[in-house]
């Protein structure tokens, strides 16, 4: 398992990390029991993401995973921002082992999630739609085939 | 190759100088079949018997032929457990294997549970030993095997063998050991630990991968498990490496000699290592600290509130070789059997940091570690949305 040189790059060199204090939406999505855990927040101006950061417990594609997606969505309409998905996560970083795949969803329903909030704390309608990874018990590994044993030497 | 700190000898070691030098002779000169009856044939004979000898000693077995040669850890895992168990045709009974074996012990185990097997994975306690009171209490009187590792792979423990041993006895049953990760680590003697199969790697030894031996004892009856040739007196078939077991045997001398000297200074960098990580990162603790005995080389640690392979791919940056028990960096999604087996709870496991030490490790080397780990440990908590909770939780336990 490889990851690109651009993941490691985010990785490395995360993009807008942190927490809004003014926010205007709070994404909080993931399952701490199985290590993976996100937390976006956004200024919204005028329907469009003016700004964005974000915190995450979890593994390097996790970490990249949320950094690009902040860079993807900053500028963007809330339309357009949650319909980002992670098949476009994954190429906008050269790709992801097929493992890794699911990190991915992690931030673009961390986006989701905090779009939504944004809508309804202004008495509008969401639109994201239904995010699993929102749902405390949500398991983000429980679709994936454990066939592939676990390296220990 | 820029790595620099290697502290991951558990994982594998790099083969020494003096064991390729021993080995280079049988790939171009002394290239025979040690089963052909010519000269060419003899000479390779010999190198082969003197490395069985060379082995048999080092482990204290009572004679050579109940060392054979075999590829490595696994397959001496892999044959000792379907081998012993359906040794004579028997095609069922019960077998008993700890929670934290090696997948090598743990896979063929769960196999010989689908064929007509019945199979109890005992658990090892929160000190990480498996204890042999616990074992008397799974044993049956249709228990036909128990395998339990000498040496933990990830947190170092190692278990009561001798006692392991004779309690397997008392009802009747066979007893295997996974002993890769003690052989030549500490002193280790087939004998005085009483059992009747025990696995052996090359690689962990500063030997060549691909190397390994299962011993067996004078009488015990195995069903081989590679068949062919008949090579191995019939128990192992399959052209001997003997570039490969001279190298394996080599390494295995070196050890001995050195081990003297070797298990103080690696217990030293150990205790070194462990007071200066756990001192210098919040709420940082080594794992099964309470084992009753440990080796002198592995130390595992839990450091809440970070992910292992984030953890892992910051070290590597700084370049420094580690490991980790967290699911996510070995292409699996579950953290640990191991350290869920001792009662690591399962968000600590994948925070968890495996350091093992080895022939080239100096202080200068545990001490970039831990002088490496703390910015990163802190970067990746201040990254971690729930790390405030984390520790209040962990306050909360404490007071
Ligand atoms: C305890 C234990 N058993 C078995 C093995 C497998 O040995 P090998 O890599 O030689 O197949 C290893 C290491 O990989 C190990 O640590
Ligand atoms: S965080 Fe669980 S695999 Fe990526």
Redesign the pocket.
């Known amino acids: 398992m490889i990851y690109s040189d651009k993941v490691m790059e985010h990785f490395g060199n995360p993009r807008n990390v942190g927490v809004l204090d003014d926010a205007d939406g709070i994404g909080e999505v993931g399952n701490p029991v199985?290590?993976?855990v996100m937390k976006i927040t956004i200024k919204v101006d005028d329907d469009r993401i003016e700004d964005i950061r974000f915190q995450t417990l979890?593994?390097g594609?996790?970490i990249a995973t949320s950094s690009i997606v902040t860079e993807m969505a900053k500028g963007m309409t809330l339309e357009e921002a949650v319909a980002i998905t992670k098949n476009q996560v994954a190429e906008e970083l050269d790709g992801l082992p097929p493992a890794?795949m699911h990190?991915s969803v992690l931030a673009t329903d961390g986006l989701k999630v905090a779009v939504d909030d944004y809508l309804v704390k202004h008495g509008r309608e969401p639109i994201a739609g239904e995010v699993k990874s929102a749902d405390p018990d949500f398991d983000p590994?429980e679709d994936e085939d454990d066939h592939d044993a676990e390296a220990a030497s | 190759m820029d790595t620099t700190v290697y502290l991951d000898y558990a994982a594998t070691t790099p083969t020494d100088q003096r064991v390729v030098e021993a080995m280079l002779p049988f790939f171009t000169e002394r290239y025979g079949n040690a089963n052909s009856l010519y000269r060419l044939g003899r000479d390779a004979a010999r190198a082969l018997e003197g490395a069985r000898e060379q082995v048999a000693s080092s482990i204290g077995a009572a004679a050579p032929e109940e060392v054979f040669f075999t590829s490595g850890g696994t397959e001496s895992d892999n044959t000792a457990l379907i081998g012993l168990a359906t040794a004579g045709g028997r095609s069922s009974g019960h077998v008993i294997v700890s929670e934290f074996e090696h997948h090598a012990v743990l896979e063929p185990a769960a196999w010989l549970g689908k064929h007509g097997f019945e199979v109890t994975e005992l658990a090892p306690r929160p000190d990480g030993a498996v204890h042999p009171d616990d074992l008397a209490a799974a044993l049956r009187d249709d228990t036909v095997l128990v395998s339990v590792m000498h040496g933990n792979n990830e947190i170092g423990t190692v278990q009561p063998i001798a006692e392991l041993a004779r309690v397997t006895h008392e009802r009747g049953a066979l007893f295997h050991t996974d002993a890769a990760q003690t052989l030549g680590k500490i002193d280790l003697d087939v004998v005085a630990l009483g059992v009747d199969a025990a696995s052996f790697s090359g690689h962990k030894v500063y030997g060549p991968k691909g190397t390994g031996a299962l011993y067996l004892k004078r009488g015990v009856r195995l069903a081989p498990y590679l068949m062919g040739g008949g090579q191995e007196s019939r128990r192992r078939s399959g052209t001997q490496n003997v570039a490969g077991n001279v190298g394996f045997a080599t390494a295995l001398a070196l050890m001995d000699a050195e081990r003297q000297a070797e298990v103080p200074r690696l217990t030293a960098l150990r205790d070194r290592l462990v007071e200066r990580l756990t001192g210098a990162i919040e709420f940082a603790q080594l794992n099964a600290a309470d084992a009753p005995e440990r080796l002198p080389h592995i130390a595992n640690f839990v450091i809440p509130g970070v992910?292992g392979e984030a953890m892992l791919l910051h070290l590597d940056a700084a370049g420094i070789a580690v490991s980790t028990g967290s699911a996510?960096s070995s292409g699996s999604?579950k953290p640990s059997h191991v350290l869920l087996s001792i009662g690591c709870p399962v968000e600590f496991a994948h925070g968890s940091l495996r350091v093992s030490l080895g022939r080239f490790t100096t202080e200068a080397n545990v001490d970039y570690l831990v002088e490496q780990l703390v910015p990163i440990v802190d970067r990746l908590r201040s990254m971690n949305p729930l790390y405030a909770k984390t520790v209040a939780a962990l306050r909360g336990a404490t007071h």
Do not use: F
């Open positions: 199985c290590g993976d979890g593994c594609a996790a890794k990190c590994h | 992910e996510c999604l």
